[in-house]
């Protein structure tokens, strides 16, 4: 017995001999250069210059900041579409008509030239919260009054590209009958992620009403709208983009976020928002003069009044 343990301490002893010499050769390899047999030297870390520490890379213009938070500020066009059929023989404004296939061909070239459709309230959280667009160059693609066609020829196209739209609704003097837009189908272009905004209760010149009516046809109009069909409605569309201060002051007492006009150009974020700029889009435009219009107003926008007076 006493033979055993004897044994077992001697081997304890040596094994303890044994690492006690590992770690001692480890540590002289360490301390030692590569074969010099002298101490390695670690360079101290260089001094940190004044330009060193603010110097950062070269890249695309910063983030405007607002209120302590980082926003885009990438311009943004929006497209203006009425009613997305041939034109009628003696329709009264045979220019506001997009024929299906040339509707289709423009949104195809759109997207080859790497553009992807956003919503009003996609813009406005890039441009105030910095929230992300999706890939692509972003652009509105906007429809006035609600017509019946928005919804049986613009929806199925914007849906095969994964594109949204915004409806600008008007809930009265439009009826289905005379080709306007039902409750279902309304419902059914909510379902399909488009945002809806409105023109107002009618097709109203806003700048010619009573202070009543106007608060009528701007916030009565949103709150029916929210009551509808359950949504926020952020945004206005002036229709005819007629408008004045007094209409631009009852569209932001109504809680809308801004607005729309039929001035042409690209939307900023440096601009007004309740005078936001749009591209009305004719008939025959082809698909390549749309692209060319868009690069145009881009680079020298037009002017446009401020406001009806």
């Not at 030692?32 to 002298?38: A, E, K, M």
């Not at 949104?107 to 959280?125: K, Q």
């Not at 700048?207 to 945004?235: K, N």
Request: proline share 10%; with cysteine; hydrophobic share 40%.
């Amino acid at each position: 017995m006493r033979r055993t343990e004897a044994k077992y301490a001697r081997r304890r002893r040596s094994a303890a001999f044994i690492a006690v010499c590992v770690a001692a050769g480890i540590v002289a390899v360490i301390l030692l250069d590569s074969g010099s047999g002298t101490p390695a030297r670690v360079p101290a870390p260089a001094p940190r210059t004044a330009a060193a520490r603010t110097t950062t890379p070269r890249c695309a213009a910063a983030p405007k900041v607002v209120s302590g938070r980082v926003r885009g500020g990438e311009s943004v066009p929006i497209l203006m579409y009425h009613v997305i059929l041939p034109a009628p023989p003696g329709a009264p404004y045979p220019g506001l008509y997009v024929t299906p296939s040339l509707f289709a061909a423009q949104m195809h070239a759109l997207a080859a030239a790497g553009y992807h459709a956003v919503t009003m309230n996609e813009v406005w959280d890039n441009w105030h919260h910095g929230t992300p667009l999706p890939p692509g160059r972003p652009i509105v693609v906007s429809f006035d009054n609600g017509y019946e066609s928005q919804y049986r020829e613009a929806l199925p196209v914007m849906r095969s590209l994964g594109w949204v739209g915004v409806e600008n609704l008007q809930l009265s003097g439009l009826p289905p009958s005379q080709g306007g837009l039902s409750e279902r189908q309304v419902r059914a272009l909510v379902c399909a992620g488009w945002e809806l905004d409105t023109q107002g209760y009618s097709h109203a010149d806003l700048p010619a009403l009573t202070p009543s009516e106007l608060t009528f046809q701007v916030a009565t109009a949103r709150r029916r709208i929210r009551a509808l069909y359950h949504v926020a409605a952020d945004w206005f569309c002036y229709p005819s983009g007629q408008y004045d201060a007094a209409v631009v002051a009852a569209v932001r007492a109504a809680g809308f976020l801004g607005s729309t006009t039929v001035v042409p150009g690209w939307a900023s974020p440096d601009e007004d928002p309740y005078r936001l700029p749009r591209l009305r889009v004719l008939a025959g435009t082809s698909p390549q003069s749309l692209l060319g219009e868009l690069d145009v107003i881009r680079d020298d926008p037009p002017p446009g009044p401020s406001y009806v007076t």
